[in-house]
């Protein structure tokens, strides 16, 4: 179990140059190339694309085949011989919709393709962030594991100390048992924190697939939380910036369901040929629509959709407050863990190294107990832990920070970090 984790700890610091190694970067590039939810996505974007093409046209014209004036009673019935006014048809027609009622179908299909291309956006962003967070949380997980890795291996130097000063008679034979109860308690804790970065591995192979199971490299980005900035960049929130098509789709709707007060027509022309005995014959026929009733009829679904319109701008202006109310939140939340952070490597830290190194020497010189020390190497290592564990959630929170309001970039992975030099 020492030399697993170990090598673990090694692993958890190792050089990007590692050919086998998951980076940072490796994993958002590799996220947004595999992706199940982005290959979807694509392809409804590519769909929508395809509907906006004929959604204006006119639409297309009909043949018409028949014939007219055939007898259907008497000796005769039925023959359309040339002594006979039967007459065989064929001829065109062609409808024509008002321009107002094609323009806002066109409005309409183009409003659906950048829904589906927010949408797209919404989804990579999720892909990216989610990524970004299950990677982090993996490799906190893994400097937890490192430093109870450093932790156990000197418990059992420590052990070989106690047991030295036990032979010199320089110490009771019960402190030799506590560096074993010592033993149990970090196995515990490793079980725990193990327990963690499994999870957290299947998180991350969620969104890389069987990339997940590399050893990750490198250090999680820097990013500069300006709150000011944020705050300006709240509107760039895929959340929020679905809306706009989603307002263009319902304007489009309104518009057609108001030309559908207009009348369409179509003409049908045709060609009637007769009989021998008789001369061939043109026919040329127009029909109106007459939209009478629009009060039952065509003035209610305007009144329903620009309802829907209303509701809409409605369910922005809450969606505009919650994610404010998620900023202040978020940013609050950082800069208090900024702070703490800053608190264990001032001051925390150090105060907890030099607890154990007071402890050793009351211990060595005969003046302390056993039980002190164990307690000072305790407070140690649960400080150190506490320290990498509010670094991840300060690296969370700005990585979620970023990425929701960061541009992301299919193709440059630099884009995607956004990271500092």
């Known amino acids: 179990a020492i030399l697993k984790l170990l090598i673990l700890s090694a692993l958890a610091s190792a050089p990007t140059t590692l050919a086998a190694a998951l980076t940072f970067d490796d994993a958002l590039a590799t996220a947004v190339r595999?992706?199940?939810?982005?290959?979807?996505?694509?392809?409804?974007?590519?769909?929508?694309?395809?509907?906006?093409?004929?959604?204006?046209?006119?639409?297309?014209?009909?043949?018409?085949?028949?014939?007219?004036?055939?007898?259907?009673?008497?000796?005769?019935?039925?023959?359309?011989?040339?002594?006979?006014?039967?007459?065989?048809?064929?001829?065109?027609?062609q409808e024509f919709t008002s321009t107002a009622k094609r323009q806002a179908r066109?409005?309409?299909?183009?409003?659906?393709?950048?829904?589906?291309?927010?949408?797209?956006?919404?989804?990579?962003?999720?892909?990216?962030?989610?990524?970004a967070l299950a990677w982090i949380a993996r490799y906190t997980w893994e400097q937890q594991l490192a430093q109870v890795a450093v932790w156990e291996s000197d418990n059992l130097l420590f052990d070989r100390v106690v047991r030295a000063r036990l032979a010199a008679a320089a110490g009771p034979v019960s402190d030799t048992l506590i560096p074993q109860e010592e033993a149990a308690a970090i196995a515990t804790l490793r079980d725990q924190i193990w327990a963690g970065r499994e999870q957290s591995l299947a998180q991350l192979r969620r969104w890389v697939g069987d990339a997940a199971e590399?050893?990750?490299?490198?250090?999680?980005?820097?990013?500069?939380?300006?709150?000011?900035?944020?705050?300006?960049?709240?509107?760039?929130?895929?959340?929020?910036?679905?809306?706009?098509?989603?307002?263009?789709?319902?304007?489009?709707?309104?518009?057609?369901?108001?030309?559908?007060?207009?009348?369409?027509?179509?003409?049908?022309?045709?060609?009637?040929?007769?009989?021998?005995?008789?001369?061939?014959?043109?026919?040329?026929?127009?029909?109106?629509?007459?939209?009478?009733?629009?009060?039952?009829?065509?003035?209610?679904?305007?009144?329903?959709?620009?309802?829907?319109?209303?509701?809409?701008?409605?369910?922005?202006?809450?969606?505009?407050?919650?994610?404010?109310?998620?900023?202040?939140?978020?940013?609050?939340?950082?800069?208090r863990l900024l702070r703490l952070e800053q608190r264990y490597t001032n001051t925390l830290l150090p105060l907890a190294d030099k607890k154990v190194d007071l402890a050793m020497a009351s211990w060595r010189s005969a003046q302390g107990s056993l039980t002190e020390v164990i307690a000072a190497r305790r407070d140690r290592i649960a400080t150190r832990l506490q320290a990498i564990e509010t670094t991840g959630q300060r690296q969370l929170i700005a990585?979620?920070?970023?990425?929701?309001?960061?541009?992301?970039?299919?193709?440059?992975?630099?884009?995607?970090?956004?990271?500092?030099p």
């Not at 992301?408 to 956004?418: M, N, P, V």
């Open 34 to 93: 595999e992706a199940p939810i982005l290959r979807a996505t694509t392809a409804r974007i590519a769909a929508a694309h395809h509907a906006t093409l004929p959604a204006g046209e006119l639409p297309d014209p009909k043949l018409i085949l028949g014939l007219d004036n055939v007898p259907v009673e008497g000796s005769d019935r039925f023959s359309t011989g040339s002594d006979f006014m039967t007459m065989q048809r064929i001829g065109l027609m």
């Open 106 to 131: 066109n409005d309409m299909a183009s409003a659906q393709e950048a829904l589906m291309r927010a949408e797209e956006r919404e989804s990579r962003q999720t892909v990216v962030r989610e990524t």
């Open 214 to 335: 590399r050893p990750l490299a490198g250090e999680v980005p820097h990013w500069t939380i300006d709150a000011t900035d944020l705050n300006h960049k709240l509107h760039e929130h895929p959340e929020l910036l679905s809306f706009n098509p989603r307002e263009r789709l319902l304007d489009a709707g309104i518009a057609e369901s108001r030309a559908a007060t207009r009348p369409d027509w179509d003409v049908t022309v045709a060609w009637l040929e007769r009989g021998s005995g008789f001369s061939d014959m043109a026919m040329l026929e127009v029909r109106v629509d007459l939209p009478l009733f629009t009060g039952s009829r065509q003035t209610p679904m305007i009144a329903s959709k620009l309802a829907d319109r209303a509701a809409l701008d409605a369910e922005r202006d809450a969606s505009l407050r919650e994610h404010a109310a998620m900023l202040e939140v978020e940013l609050s939340e950082y800069h």
């Open 399 to 420: 990585a979620g920070l970023h990425f929701a309001y960061g541009n992301i970039d299919e193709t440059d992975s630099a884009s995607l970090t956004g990271a500092q």
